[in-house]
């Protein structure tokens, strides 16, 4: 009886991800992110280049809305701890909505060929939730970065284009798809 309850804890602890796998792989998501954060090149103070949002627009994309929405989320939440940041729950809502929209739009608006269905993703889900509320929180919170906020649509639009490329590459690859079919399955 005791192993029963166990096993239904267990259970319903990870029924947002479905499978072990994928809440293993979520949680690997997470890391990339955080390492991604910690690891970024700034140009001049205005313009940041780093790997943090790839790993949130997989999670949508391979996963889904609500999964991609838990990892942004919980990279960011878990990025600031460990950076030694202050978590800001503007700048946590918009990594959210990143893997929020990039799953939405991947999974359920567009459906047509693959690249095209990556691009709109990453261009939705890093306009909604890097460009409007992130851009936002920044605006509101730092008065005096104000004038650097005008660099974000092109570092947006070029890291952008970098994601599409990686993602693209990714699920082209017959493999890597096959992988990920395999844990997503049940």
């Known amino acids: 009886m005791a192993a029963n309850n166990k096993t239904a804890a267990m259970k319903s602890g990870i029924r947002l991800f479905g499978s072990t796998k994928v809440l293993v792989l979520a949680a690997l998501l997470i890391a990339i992110s955080i390492v991604g954060k910690s690891l970024r090149v700034d140009f001049f103070s205005v313009i940041r280049i780093s790997a943090e949002t790839l790993p949130i627009l997989m999670a949508g994309i391979f996963?889904?809305?609500?999964?991609?929405?838990?990892v942004g989320a919980g990279a960011d939440?878990?990025?600031?701890?460990?950076?030694?940041m202050t978590p800001m729950p503007l700048i946590t809502v918009g990594a959210a909505a990143t893997g929020f929209f990039a799953g939405l739009s991947y999974n359920y608006i567009f459906k047509s060929k693959q690249l095209p269905r990556i691009a709109c993703a990453v261009g939705i889900a890093r306009l909604i939730g890097s460009l409007a509320i992130n851009t936002t929180g920044l605006y509101f919170?730092?008065?005096?970065?104000?004038?650097?906020?005008?660099?974000?649509?092109l570092?947006?639009?070029?890291?952008?284009?970098?994601?599409?490329?990686i993602i693209y590459m990714l699920m082209s690859n017959k493999a890597f798809t096959?992988?990920?079919?395999?844990?997503k399955r049940k």
């Open 63 to 70: 996963f889904g809305p609500f999964i991609g929405a838990a």
């Open 77 to 84: 939440l878990i990025g600031c701890f460990v950076t030694g």
């Open 141 to 153: 919170l730092f008065p005096a970065m104000r004038p650097q906020l005008v660099w974000r649509p």
């Open 155 to 165: 570092t947006n639009l070029i890291m952008g284009i970098i994601e599409t490329f």
């Open 178 to 183: 096959a992988q990920l079919e395999k844990i």
